[in-house]
């Protein structure tokens, strides 16, 4: 895997981001980094990190604001994912019965407020893997596909892509503390 070699642009990103951690300032370029990867927008990239007994949003910033999700919370899928320590694709995930709490935050500046805009934050594809650093699991990283229906939302989540970001996740464990 490319994306987990050393002298990968994602390694270097992580190794100058180790000594700071997850910053609003290095999770943003991490999300952008990963949207570009997985073609996808940086406002489609959830990066979350385990503090206390709960998960945070470290991005999108506007998230960490919003509210935490306890480690208990047995209808998140995040929490699922830092528990079992297992990466899965969900291609259909709009489908799928789960809190949809935060995507009712407006993470663009696209048409605020207005129905077209509301449709357009539904996750409909989501890929999600647990950061594991020295064998404990300490964040989760997501990448979905939003739009006001599957098809609009873009093409489905591969099995290569899910082996992709495991990769990347072991790449930045470094970064979580």
């Known amino acids: 895997m490319a ?26 370029k991490i999300a952008m980094a990963l949207a570009a990867e997985f073609k996808v927008r940086v406002e489609e990239i959830g990066i979350l990190r385990v503090e206390k007994d709960s998960l945070v949003f470290v991005h999108p910033a506007k998230l960490h604001k919003v509210g935490k999700i306890p480690l208990n919370n047995s209808s998140s899928v995040a929490v699922h994912t830092l528990n079992t320590k297992r990466a899965e694709v969900l291609n259909a995930f709009a489908k799928a019965k789960h809190a949809t ?42 990448i979905c596909r939003k739009g006001a229906t599957s098809l609009r939302a873009g093409a489905d989540f591969s099995p290569s892509d899910l082996q992709r970001l495991v990769g990347m996740t072991a790449t930045l464990a470094r970064c979580f503390k």
């Open 3 to 28: 994306a987990s070699s050393s002298s990968s642009p994602l390694a270097q990103l992580a190794a100058a981001s180790e000594a700071d951690g997850l910053t609003v300032h290095n999770s943003e």
């Open 101 to 142: 709490f935060f995507e009712m935050v407006n993470l663009s500046d696209r048409q605020p407020g207005s129905q077209a805009g509301r449709e357009n934050q539904i996750i409909q594809k989501l890929m999600t893997a647990a950061v594991i650093n020295v064998g404990k699991a300490v964040g989760v990283i997501q």
